[in-house]
């Protein structure tokens, strides 16, 4: 009996043992997953969207920043170049292309460039803003509101079509420009925008770097001002009356606006008050500086004398340059960058359309074409990965030569769908309603024969 009681009291213990094991081994798992559960709730609150006010407060005066460079920055800058007669309507494009690209961008431009879609076009989810409220954040800009976000980007959709206005002016209809800039703005901006900088673009998923828009907007711009000028065809004496700018105190006092704005453009592209914005604001700097001073002196060599338009289209063409590499580039690399734009460009709006014989007036092409193509190429050079806080080597000059070939590419396709498309726009709208002014029209200035208007 004393066995059997032994038995019982042995299976009682090895019971009482595995019971107890089990349950620490329970509240062992409870406990992980529990540990398990609130780190998946602290890694969720950590990658969820948190507005940063100062963040906020730098977009905004961002976005006021580049809106300044459309109007008044180029409304003057170009105004000043033309002839007298012509002065207000260079205002007006710049004016009016603001107005009717903020209203297409609010109905779908911006839906078509930055929501989800297919690599090629964003979606729908976004027309006439549907769905934005106070509190939604872009996934492209999660420390602000999505607003702001949407209307720094709408200040970058306004000035890339402005600038075409360059390469025809003094002979486009007001009615085929207004056609023009909308179908443009929707079908050649709004997809290469998608294509480099929004969700899912293959442009920025094959690795092209452009920072604030050298492809995006300069080369995108001057290359659709070269197929309108060669399209429309020159200027009613063109190489034969003198085309001389009019006030260059207009001119200068719009490139500087565009000097200050551009910190908007480049800077802002940073999307944080932080450090990127810091250095990508300090290479703005050095690069244009770079550049004016380069264009002066080859001028000064070239025509012995230093001139006012020189200088301040030299400035311009740094800024361009240096616009795809702000995010990427140290202040030695500006340095180069700005050098070689100063000069290459001095001689693409000077020698080069001379040479081929077509007029872009205000050297749309010249200066935007050239300067970003440029811009875009000595980005895959001058990259750096520390700058760009990337963990892998970024440019040529820190071994990825194959960033050049990316960088090639992405221009080749820009160029290639802008060069085609804007083709097909202008001959569509010459064919409907033409796109050159009367001959009369254009001997007697566009100013009161368009605008019932003129300057005294």
């Given at each position: 009996?004393k066995r059997w009681y032994?038995?019982?009291?042995a299976?009682a213990?090895?019971v009482?043992?595995?019971a107890?094991?089990a349950t620490?081994a329970?509240?062992?798992?409870a406990?992980?997953?529990?540990?398990?559960?609130?780190?998946a709730?602290?890694?969720?609150a950590?990658?969820?969207?948190k507005l940063d006010?100062?963040?906020?407060?730098w977009?905004?005066?961002?976005?006021?920043?580049?809106l300044?460079?459309?109007?008044?920055?180029?409304?003057?800058f170009?105004?000043?170049?033309?002839?007298k007669?012509?002065v207000?309507?260079?205002?007006?494009?710049?004016f009016?292309?603001?107005?009717?690209?903020?209203?297409l961008w609010?109905?779908?431009?911006?839906?078509?460039?930055?929501?989800?879609g297919?690599p090629?076009l964003?979606g729908f989810?976004?027309?006439?803003l549907?769905g934005?409220g106070?509190?939604?954040?872009?996934?492209?800009?999660?420390?602000i509101?999505?607003?702001?976000?949407?209307?720094?980007?709408?200040t970058?959709?306004?000035i890339?079509?402005a600038?075409?206005t360059?390469?025809f002016a003094?002979?486009?209809?007001?009615?085929a420009m207004?056609?023009?800039m909308a179908?443009?703005?929707l079908?050649?901006y709004a997809?290469?925008a998608?294509w480099?900088w929004?969700?899912?673009?293959f442009?920025?998923d094959a690795?092209v770097?452009?920072?604030?828009?050298?492809?995006?907007?300069?080369i995108?711009?001057?290359v659709?001002?070269?197929?309108c000028?060669?399209v429309?065809g020159?200027?009613?004496?063109y190489?034969v009356?003198?085309f001389?700018?009019?006030?260059?105190?207009?001119?200068?006092?719009?490139?500087?606006?565009?000097?200050?704005?551009w910190?908007?453009f480049?800077?802002?592209?940073a999307?944080?008050?932080?450090?990127?914005a810091g250095?990508?604001?300090?290479?703005t700097q050095i690069a244009?500086?770079?550049?004016?001073?380069?264009?002066?002196f080859?001028?000064?060599?070239?025509?012995?004398?230093p001139?006012v338009?020189g200088?301040?289209?030299g400035?311009?063409?740094?800024?361009?340059?240096?616009?795809p590499?702000s995010?990427f580039v140290d202040?030695n690399g500006a340095?180069?960058?700005?050098?070689?734009?100063?000069?290459?460009?001095?001689?693409?709006?000077?020698t080069?359309?001379?040479?081929l014989g077509?007029?872009?007036?205000?050297?749309?092409f010249?200066?935007?074409?050239?300067?970003?193509?440029?811009?875009?190429?000595l980005?895959?050079v001058?990259?750096k990965a520390?700058?760009?806080?990337k963990?892998a080597?970024?440019?040529?000059?820190?071994?990825n030569?194959?960033?050049?070939?990316?960088?090639?590419e992405g221009?080749?396709?820009?160029i290639?769908?802008?060069?085609?498309?804007?083709?097909?726009?202008?001959k569509?709208?010459?064919?409907?309603?033409?796109l050159?002014v009367?001959?009369d029209?254009?001997?007697e200035g566009?100013?009161?024969?368009?605008?019932?208007?003129?300057?005294k």
């Amino acid at each position: 009996m004393k066995r059997w009681y032994s038995l019982a009291a042995a299976s009682a213990a090895v019971v009482v043992g595995v019971a107890g094991v089990a349950t620490d081994a329970l509240a062992q798992d409870a406990a992980a997953v529990a540990a398990a559960a609130a780190a998946a709730a602290a890694a969720a609150a950590a990658a969820a969207p948190k507005l940063d006010s100062g963040d906020t407060a730098w977009m905004l005066v961002s976005t006021a920043l580049v809106l300044m460079m459309t109007i008044p920055g180029l409304a003057l800058f170009y105004g000043g170049m033309v002839r007298k007669m012509n002065v207000l309507t260079m205002v007006m494009q710049s004016f009016a292309v603001t107005c009717l690209v903020t209203v297409l961008w609010y109905i779908v431009g911006y839906s078509l460039a930055f929501t989800d879609g297919t690599p090629y076009l964003g979606g729908f989810s976004r027309l006439f803003l549907n769905g934005m409220g106070l509190d939604s954040v872009s996934p492209l800009a999660k420390t602000i509101p999505e607003s702001v976000y949407m209307m720094f980007q709408m200040t970058f959709a306004i000035i890339t079509p402005a600038l075409i206005t360059g390469a025809f002016a003094d002979r486009m209809k007001f009615s085929a420009m207004c056609i023009f800039m909308a179908l443009w703005s929707l079908v050649v901006y709004a997809p290469i925008a998608h294509w480099v900088w929004g969700p899912g673009g293959f442009l920025g998923d094959a690795g092209v770097l452009d920072y604030a828009g050298g492809t995006v907007v300069h080369i995108n711009a001057g290359v659709a001002g070269l197929v309108c000028a060669l399209v429309i065809g020159k200027r009613r004496g063109y190489g034969v009356e003198n085309f001389a700018p009019h006030n260059l105190v207009l001119s200068v006092i719009g490139a500087s606006l565009l000097w200050v704005g551009w910190f908007g453009f480049n800077a802002g592209s940073a999307l944080t008050a932080g450090t990127n914005a810091g250095m990508a604001m300090a290479v703005t700097q050095i690069a244009t500086a770079a550049a004016a001073i380069a264009w002066m002196f080859v001028e000064w060599i070239a025509r012995g004398k230093p001139s006012v338009l020189g200088i301040v289209s030299g400035a311009v063409a740094g800024l361009v340059a240096i616009t795809p590499a702000s995010g990427f580039v140290d202040p030695n690399g500006a340095m180069i960058i700005g050098l070689a734009a100063g000069v290459v460009c001095f001689i693409s709006a000077t020698t080069l359309k001379v040479a081929l014989g077509y007029d872009d007036a205000l050297d749309a092409f010249g200066v935007h074409g050239v300067g970003g193509f440029l811009g875009a190429l000595l980005t895959g050079v001058f990259a750096k990965a520390a700058i760009a806080g990337k963990p892998a080597p970024l440019g040529a000059l820190e071994g990825n030569v194959a960033q050049i070939w990316t960088q090639l590419e992405g221009i080749g396709v820009t160029i290639g769908y802008d060069l085609v498309v804007t083709f097909i726009i202008l001959k569509l709208i010459d064919v409907v309603i033409g796109l050159r002014v009367d001959p009369d029209v254009e001997r007697e200035g566009l100013d009161f024969n368009l605008h019932g208007e003129t300057v005294k």
